[in-house]
Nanobody, 122 residues
Framework: QVQLVESGGGLVQAGGSLRLSCAAS????????MGWFRQAPGKEREFVVG????????YYADSVKGRFTISRDNAKNTVYLQMNSLKPEDTAVYYC???????????????WGQGTQVTVSS
């Protein structure tokens, strides 16, 4: 089992940047595919980006492609989400998640953090 703790959220103006971090407990972090999701008020949770165990593969939602960058440091048990050119529609609670499945489409994520709020003002 892995525990996930997100940090780095906050209030930023449109066009600004934020870097989210997700620290994982345990010694098997590198065995998990990691992902970021978000949930805006009144909306369903949506996938943002995923990264494979080694970090060699990534997959982005179209809405964030070219603006967000995911990375991971397996030595530090941490996954990051660099968010640039933020828009008001990026406002949401951002969650990191871990999957025990092998990298591929339609992954099931098994563990979730509690989320960090990102608010982008216009």
């Amino acid at each position: 089992q892995v525990q996930l703790v997100e940090s780095g959220g906050g209030l930023v103006q449109a066009g600004g940047s934020l870097r989210l971090s997700c620290a994982a407990s345990g010694r098997t972090f590198s065995s998990y595919v990691m992902g970021w999701f978000r949930q805006a008020p009144g909306k369903e949770r949506e996938f943002v980006v995923g990264i494979s165990r080694s970090g060699g593969n990534t997959y982005y939602a179209d809405s964030v492609k070219g603006r967000f960058t995911i990375s991971r440091d397996n030595a530090k048990n941490t996954v990051y989400l660099q968010m640039n050119s933020l828009k008001p529609e990026d406002t949401a609670v951002y969650y990191c998640a871990a999957s025990k499945m092998v990298w591929g489409p339609r992954l099931k994520y098994d563990y979730w953090g509690q989320g960090t709020q990102v608010t982008v003002s216009s």
